[in-house]
């Protein structure tokens, strides 16, 4: 096998084309996949009914149903409601308003896509970032008679914060405004002086009318100043190549080792990001061994390569010990290994986050214990301006400082969304109650209530000290008591305390074991406590 | 730079989901009913842990109405692969008579389906199920998780779903509580029949067109595979070129006149439909709400 590796090695089907017909055309697509973001009037519903329609996707029996929806529930006048036909939940259909990300899927001659309907209220933020974390490119819609409002602002941030570079700017019911070409310039104007801040790679703005199919699928005789191209013909030829993640440094999270026999083993995995061939160098972190790959295995054939996004299993040259969690790297591009790392924080449960609580944490395939040492400030998403604050609530986004229970393949979220993205549980009631971006670029300033959380940030850094010098000078196993030590710290015990049974670990384990199993106690009966006031809340009438 | 297509993508993420549910579920099971969902969900199975075999059993919630060509293909495709296959049927329900023709489309669903469904993942303590549903088969689907949380009584609350961003799956459960898991969540009826294709996977021969006996009832053509279906007054049995687009229940699935014999006809008939897999379903048009009711109450 050559250096480069050919497009057709590539192929997962060996024999298969060959038996079937020669008349079969399998249609094999470039996948975008996007989100749309708006309020509820904005028209984002029907503008993906509009899609759907125009490119044919919707079929006899469901035009039915929807003629007779539109008549039951429509906001149409007894027109079709586009809207209904993505407004899948009993709820939604009564309401008239979209609750939870809906996602539909189109395919033109050119590409397919998967669309990420997603409700535009505020309370729903976390069903719009779900939307946005696999998501290519966002559609924001922003009403012409309005221009851009509080929403378009959250909207923007979030889909930016998620990791989404490219926008289209919807500039919908621009029927309503009598296709004023000047009301459009003012309108995207003030979109890009309001974007200057966000981490956006293009931005494109569109007038449209989604009712009335205006520069959706063709360019409209009503707006013949405007010198662009139709949402359609925009969606099908942006780049969606994701040759920044395929041309960056190779990693390879393990999710399963395959052993079904004791003549394999191999690492079923996926190519979170760059390339791999057989016999390239790679290390498992975080034990730093390192190996050659011999072979890529998948069920229809050994590969010579394999790129971002493709599972398969690696055998090694060597017997090296890897499990569920490691990932693989290129040898000469190793990745930071971690126990700590500032994240920012989108906050999903209904009960607040105080710094000093604990949770799970899931990254890649890999889970730890991980300790919210310190809220540096909440990102205000209509202003984007740092606020002090003592604790992250519902739909909040804050910066904070974490530690993790054992060491971290880090990566900044801006470059992997894999190695940079995690969730955060809550060990009682096992809710998802924060999605984490990994931010190695935090600049972390010290806000106003510093006061507050000195002893957190003591105990943090005493921790990362005695770590760093037990690592220096010490076996690892008496490194890890370091973290034991720090569970002593967590539950009132002064830094120093902390340190002490760290060392001691070694000669005092049952001891130490004691004074975990102790905290482990208190930070459930802080999760009961939490637990406690969410049922009390929900008690109270406040549902959803 | 390699391009990865729409189809290559979409395998690598269900076999993501695969591994992950290998990896942090206790008692998972694959729940096979046959049809060309099924086909594709089982050769990503064997996809995702190949050398190995799959890590958990077959389940087939057996009505005892499913089509005949149906229990000999399941029979050949468990015996060729060498899979372990466990058949669960809801004897309650057979010794009360429950059957589509008496009790109704809905009671012997919900029976013999549904309640079946619930007793054999008690029976067997499963906490993870995998089931071939895809999101754009219907609205309340097209809301649901890729892991759908379950309660002990396998109801399923959607105004309640656990967010799921990115790759990353929440499986911490309480004891009881179980998941349904959809690894083709994002594909659609023509990515299906493309992978097949692509793929070569074998499917039960009713998807392809052949002279079969039917009966015309209610709007719908029903293949009439045994003499359990009495003909009411007026009705006759004509020999008909029909294909299925979806198999289940042979009584409560109807047929499509097609000349589409072979797969290339039927990806080309399939472009050129104009009605929704889901027409021939009888089961899906008991109202709007109906399928995300069903699902609250068990039904995957």
Known sequence: MGQAVAAADFTLLPDAAAQAAPALQISEKVLLRFITCGSVDDGKSTLIGRLLYDSSMIADDQLEALDRDSKKFGTQGGNLDFALLVDGLAAEREQGITIDVAYRYFKTDRRAFIVADTPGHEQYTRNMATGASTADLAVILVDARKGILAQTRRHSFIVSMLGVRDVVVAINKMDLVDYSESRFNEIVAAYREMAQGLNFRSIMPLPISALAGDNIIALSDNTPWFQGAPLLSYLETIDASGAELAEAAFRFPVQWVNRPNLDFRGFSGWVASGAIEVGAAVASMPSGRTSRVKRIVTYNADLPGATAGQSVTLVLEDEIDASRGDVFVAADQLPLVGTRANARLLWTAETNMHPGASYIAKLGARTANVNIDKLHHLVDIHTFEQTPARALGLNEIGLASLSFDRPMILGDYRDNRDLGGFILIDRITNETVAFGLIDLQAVVSAPAQEAVDTATQAAAQARAELTQKLREKLPPAVASGALVGFGAVLFGASPATGVLLGLADAALRPLAQALYADYQVKAAQRAAAREEARIEALSDGDGI | ?300
Not at chain 2, 191 to 216: G, Q, S, T
Not at chain 2, 268 to 291: F, K
């Open chain 2, 1 to 300: 730079m390699i391009q990865l297509t729409h189809l290559q993508k979409l395998e690598a993420e269900s076999i993501h989901i695969f591994r992950e549910v290998a990896a942090e579920c206790e008692n998972p099971v694959f729940l096979y009913s046959i049809g060309k969902d099924s086909a594709v969900l089982l050769h990503l199975a064997l996809k995702a842990f190949y050398p190995s075999k799959p890590p958990f059993p077959l389940l087939h919630v057996d009505t005892t109405w499913k089509f005949k060509e149906m229990i000999e293909f399941r029979d050949q495709r468990v015996k060729d692969l060498d899979l372990e296959l466990l058949v669960h049927i809801n004897q309650e329900g057979v010794d009360a008579g429950v059957n589509p023709f008496d009790s109704g489309s809905r009671v012997h669903t919900d029976v013999m389906k549904t309640q079946g469904l619930k007793q054999a993942l008690d029976k067997y303590k499963f906490d993870a199920a995998f089931g071939g549903a895809r999101r754009d088969e219907e609205k309340s689907r097209a809301k649901e998780r890729v892991f759908s949380l379950r309660s002990p009584e396998h109801r399923w609350d959607p105004k309640n779903q656990r967010p799921e961003p990115w790759r990353l799956y929440n499986t911490r459960k309480r004891p009881g509580e179980s998941f349904r898991v959809f690894p083709l969540s994002n594909w659609t009826e023509a990515d299906v029949w493309d992978y097949i294709a692509k793929e070569n996977i074998p499917v039960v021969p009713l998807y392809f067109a052949k002279e079969r006996p039917v009966v015309r009832r209610d709007g719908s053509l029903i293949m009439r595979d045994d003499e359990r279906m009495k003909l009411l007054p007026g009705e006759t049995v004509e020999n008909l070129s029909v294909r299925f687009r979806t198999l289940g229940c042979y009584p409560l699935t109807g047929a499509v006149e097609s000349k589409a014999a072979t797969l290339p006809e039927i990806i080309a008939e399939m472009r050129n439909s104009t009605s929704s897999e889901r027409e021939g379903r009888i089961i899906d048009h008991d109202g709007s709400a109906s399928m995300e009711q069903k699902k609250q109450e068990g039904y995957f």
